[in-house]
């Protein structure tokens, strides 16, 4: 098993939608959540972080952290042609060398 | 110019061949990294690297090695390629003095086909 789980989708949704992301994950030491976007050809790059349980806001953005279930979510409302991309969670322990990331999930929005 | 840089952007070769990736950053951060990213499996890590002096396994280094040359490069080799080495490859830096999470800036990328 996976120490972190995300589903690859594809996953297509109209202009406007409202988009959920999830990851699960196995190791209850995590402390750190991210989520990455990545354009085709390009490297990912860092959207949202989150500290430990909770939910953070930032535009249309917002992610959450559930520790207890062990999933986060990424949500992003009105969605936009510009959003599609592979969204990659990615997580870390306290005073952890590496990140684990997700599979990745592919995303289109059609205008 | 891009933080981090990355040469070739694609490659095509056979098997058996000597290929070397090169990375090269100047975001003076100390951290570097080297991933491979196939469909369906995500970013794995090869090999890392906290300081010139300082080289690391990561969960997928079979079949590849590395050289830190200087705090700026990092170079990935594939000392014999094979097919199964068909994938895109990422550079990617980090700064531990610039936040816990350890936030990546990645390089953008290079296409590796083995034929």
């Known amino acids: 098993q996976k120490e972190v789980e995300q589903d690859p989708g594809p996953l297509s949704v109209p202009e406007g939608a409202i988009v959920s992301l999830n990851c699960t994950y196995s190791?209850?030491?995590?402390?750190?959540f991210m989520w990455y976007r990545q354009y085709s050809r390009k490297g990912p790059e860092l959207l949202m972080y989150?500290?430990?349980?909770g939910n953070k806001e930032d535009g249309r953005f917002t992610a959450q952290v559930d520790k207890s279930s062990k999933y986060i979510s990424l949500f992003i409302r009105d969605s936009q042609p510009s959003d599609s991309a592979t969204y990659l969670c990615?997580?870390?322990?306290?005073?952890?060398?590496?990140?684990?990331f997700g599979q990745g999930t592919r995303l289109t929005i059609n205008p | 110019d891009a933080d981090v840089t990355q040469t070739p952007r694609n490659r095509i070769t056979k098997t058996g061949k000597r290929i070397m990736l090169e990375c090269s950053q100047t975001?003076?951060?100390?951290?570097m990294y080297w991933y491979r990213q196939d469909p369906g499996l995500g970013l794995r890590l090869i090999y890392y690297?906290?300081?010139?002096?300082?080289?690391n396994k990561g969960e997928i280094s079979d079949g590849y090695s590395v050289s830190r040359q200087a705090q700026a490069k990092f170079s990935l080799s594939l000392e014999s390629a094979i097919p199964n080495q068909t994938a895109l490859y990422f550079c990617?830096?980090?700064?531990?003095?610039?936040?816990?999470?350890?936030?990546?800036?990645f390089g953008p990328g290079t296409r590796l086909t083995v034929l």
């Open positions: 990615a997580m870390s322990a306290q005073g952890a060398q590496k990140l684990v």
């Open positions: 990617a830096t980090s700064d531990p003095t610039g936040g816990a999470y350890n936030e990546q800036f």
């Open positions: 989150t500290y430990s349980s």
């Open positions: 975001k003076g951060h100390d951290r």
């Open positions: 190791n209850s030491a995590f402390q750190y």
């Open positions: 690297s906290f300081d010139v002096k300082d080289i």
